[in-house]
C-alpha cells in the first residue's frame, strides 16, 4: 500500500512522421506495463504491421510510451517538498525494481495486491511540466530531440510557438495527432501535475 509522486518522466514515439529509432518497438494498447533493457514504460496504443518478427516500416506505424526515470515515495496525510531529490528513486531501472521487485513466484494471489496502478492525485500541484534534452541517447541523430509532438499540449516553454512550428511540420494528418496515445487530446498550454 504504498504511494509514489512521479518526479520525472521521458516520452519516446516512433512513427513515419517522427522517426526515432531508439524507441523501443511494441505491440498492444495504450496503458500497459512495458519492460526492457533500459528500464519499463506505460505504453501508447501501438500500430505497426509485422512481417515475421521485422516492422514493416513502409507501411503507417506508431508505438512507444512513457519512460519513468524518477518517482518520490509520498508518505500518505504529509505532503513534502516536491522540489527536493532527498528520499527520490532515480533511474529507469532503480523504479522498476523499486516496483516491480516484490512479488511472490509461489502465490500469483498475493500478487494482485503488489501490481502497481497510477492514481490521479486529490491534491494536484501546482508546478508546469517543463521539457529538457533527453538523457542518454548515444545516435547523435536523436541526443539533441526533443519529444516535439507534445509542445503544444502538455508543455509551457521558451520558444514554444518555434517548437510547435517545427513539431507541425513533422505531422501529416492532424486526426492521428490527437488520438496517438489513445485519447482525444485538448489542446493547453501547460498542465499542472
Not at 504529509?78 to 528520499?87: A, V
Not at 523499486?98 to 502497481?116: G, M, Q, R, T, Y
Amino acid at each position: 500500500n504504498k504511494s509514489y509522486d512521479i518526479m520525472s518522466i521521458e516520452f519516446y514515439y516512433c512513427s513515419k512522421n517522427h522517426f526515432d529509432l531508439t524507441v523501443y518497438p511494441r505491440e498492444g494498447d495504450y496503458g500497459k506495463w512495458f519492460f526492457h533493457s533500459s528500464g519499463m514504460d506505460l505504453t501508447f496504443k501501438s500500430d505497426i504491421t509485422t512481417s515475421g518478427n521485422k516492422i514493416d516500416y513502409n507501411k503507417d506505424f506508431g508505438y512507444g510510451g512513457i519512460l519513468i526515470r524518477k518517482i518520490k515515495p509520498n508518505k500518505e496525510g504529509t505532503t513534502h517538498d516536491i522540489q527536493s531529490d532527498e528520499g527520490s528513486i532515480d533511474g529507469p531501472l532503480k523504479v522498476e525494481w523499486e516496483l516491480f521487485d516484490k512479488f511472490n513466484a509461489l502465490n500469483a494471489e498475493e500478487n494482485k495486491e503488489l501490481v502497481p496502478i497510477l492514481i490521479k492525485r486529490d491534491n494536484p500541484l501546482d508546478k508546469k511540466i517543463v521539457c529538457v534534452k533527453r538523457k542518454n541517447i548515444t545516435l547523435t541523430r536523436f541526443e539533441n530531440q526533443l519529444p516535439k509532438i507534445l509542445h503544444e499540449r502538455f508543455l509551457s516553454i521558451e520558444n514554444e510557438e518555434e517548437l510547435i512550428k517545427q513539431a507541425r511540420a513533422n505531422i501529416d494528418d492532424e486526426k492521428n495527432e490527437k488520438t496517438w496515445l489513445g485519447y482525444e487530446i485538448e489542446k493547453v498550454k501547460s498542465r499542472r501535475i
